[in-house]
């Protein structure tokens, strides 16, 4: 059994930058792919990005250019560098493991304006 545990996140101001972190323990050898979502209020958890294994990557499209995905296997952890943040990136982060239930608890991220 896999956890995540995400950090990193916070209170920035608009136009700052954030690194989120995620971080696995437990069966750690079975994870392939990782993406990190979010949660703004009132709406639906929506998908930020997608790591492989081998690094492949992918963003929404909205994001593209502003956030970049990266990962350390050898620290199991998961990087999301968010830089030029908007008051509406403003949400709870979590990682995830596609095609599993494996959720982290979330790290809140606030972008004030």
């Known amino acids: 059994q896999v956890q995540l545990v995400e950090s990193g996140g916070g209170l920035v101001q608009a136009g700052g930058s954030l690194r989120l972190s995620c971080t696995a323990s437990g069966s750690t050898n079975s994870i392939n792919n990782i993406s990190w979502y979010r949660q703004a209020p009132g709406k639906q958890r929506a998908l930020v990005a997608f790591?492989?294994?081998?690094?492949?990557?992918n963003y929404a499209d909205s994001l593209k250019g502003r956030f970049t995905i990266s990962r350390d296997n050898a620290k199991n952890t998961v990087y999301l560098q968010m830089n030029s943040l908007k008051p509406e990136d403003t949400a709870v982060y979590y990682c995830y493991i596609p095609g599993s239930d494996t959720w982290g608890q979330g790290t809140q991220v606030t972008v004030s304006s």
């Open positions: 790591i492989s294994r081998g690094g492949s990557t």
